[in-house]
């Protein structure tokens, strides 16, 4: 992994494509695609998360973060990997990484029916009593995000040359995760070369990112330069996770980024944000695509996602 320091340079990053999910997809499969191939990221206006909702679901976010440290510690779930319920601040690190990252998150996965064939890999989410509206907004929210990922996946199929709905069965009922991140106000006690997110590369197929306005998020472009990632307000950033990267073996790009600590007044002041992680279903199993090979000898091997997912969480120190 690339060593980076606060001390450099750091130019923002104004030329990965900003598109808008409202206009008809083959109109900006390209544009996402080439985005998602330099740099891995994008940024997409118009996605239809309703802003009304966004702001309950931060709402609820913030009242469950302001809860007594004992009550919010009663949510995490020992042996769970951290995939539901509350995980403590201090207590994932990126891999690689020597220090924790300065943050606390509560997660929310996809709701499974009783009997469904896929339970034994999605535990029953946990909801904090204490925030009587946090199970119907997140779940709605949930619903939002999950939605507005479908639709970024179909015009990555696109892009590809695939059918338009190649993703659909990979993706049904998938591990998808919600991530409620809160990073607290910079104290004299974080430990020496901590930051808010150490530099890591996302896990999952797409990560679809509320919150971002802040400055903070940078990424790593392919000249090892760390690039702001410069978002218009109620836009959401989409990046390519480590699983579609594997699946197209390269061709669009998993690309190491972190969250800096801010300076002056806002290293006192909390920063929120909302990621949401689309996953493939556990029993899909990654395999590059054959108009993504170029090279026999230099191709990964089969793996199923759940498989994949936990060799990665036990590397960040969540499994």
């Not at 808008?20 to 891995?40: H, R």
């Not at 390269?250 to 944000?273: D, F, Q």
Request: aromatic share 8%; proline share 6%.
């Amino acid at each position: 992994m690339t060593q980076v320091t606060n001390s450099e340079a750091i130019r923002t990053t104004s030329d990965i494509a900003t598109v808008s999910l409202a206009q008809p997809l083959d109109t900006i499969a390209d544009a996402l695609g080439e985005s998602f191939t330099e740099y891995g990221f994008a940024v997409v206006r118009n996605h239809g998360i309703d802003a009304d909702l966004i702001a309950r679901a931060e709402a609820a976010s913030k009242a469950f973060f302001a809860l007594p440290e004992k009550v919010k510690r009663s949510y995490a779930i020992q042996g769970g990997g951290g995939a539901r319920g509350y995980t403590p601040f201090g207590t994932e690190k990126a891999k690689d990484a020597e220090v924790i990252d300065l943050k606390e998150f509560w997660h929310v996965g996809r709701s499974l029916p009783e009997g469904h064939e896929l339970g034994e890999f999605m535990a029953p989410n946990v909801w904090p009593a204490e925030v009587p509206e946090f199970e119907e907004v997140m779940s709605e929210l949930f619903a939002a995000f999950d939605a507005t990922g479908h639709r970024v996946l179909e015009a990555i199929a696109l892009h590809l040359g695939l059918d338009r709905h190649y993703f659909d069965a990979t993706i049904a009922d998938g591990n998808s995760v919600m991530r409620l991140l809160h990073y607290p106000p910079l104290g004299p006690d974080a430990p020496e070369g901590a930051i808010r997110a150490a530099a890591h590369g996302d896990i999952n197929t797409i990560t679809l990112l509320l919150g971002a306005e802040e400055a903070g998020l940078e990424l790593l472009d392919r000249q090892d330069t760390w690039r702001a990632v410069d978002v218009p307000e109620g836009a959401l950033v989409i990046n390519v996770g480590d699983m579609l990267d594997r699946l197209t073996n390269g061709r669009l790009r998993s690309t190491t980024h972190r969250v800096v600590n801010p300076r002056g007044e806002g290293a006192r002041r909390s920063r929120y944000s909302m990621p949401f992680f689309l996953h493939f279903r556990p029993d899909f199993v990654i395999e590059p695509l054959e108009g993504c090979i170029d090279d026999e000898d230099n191709v990964p091997e089969p793996i199923s996602a759940h498989d994949y997912l936990m060799q990665r969480l036990r590397e960040i120190n969540l499994a």
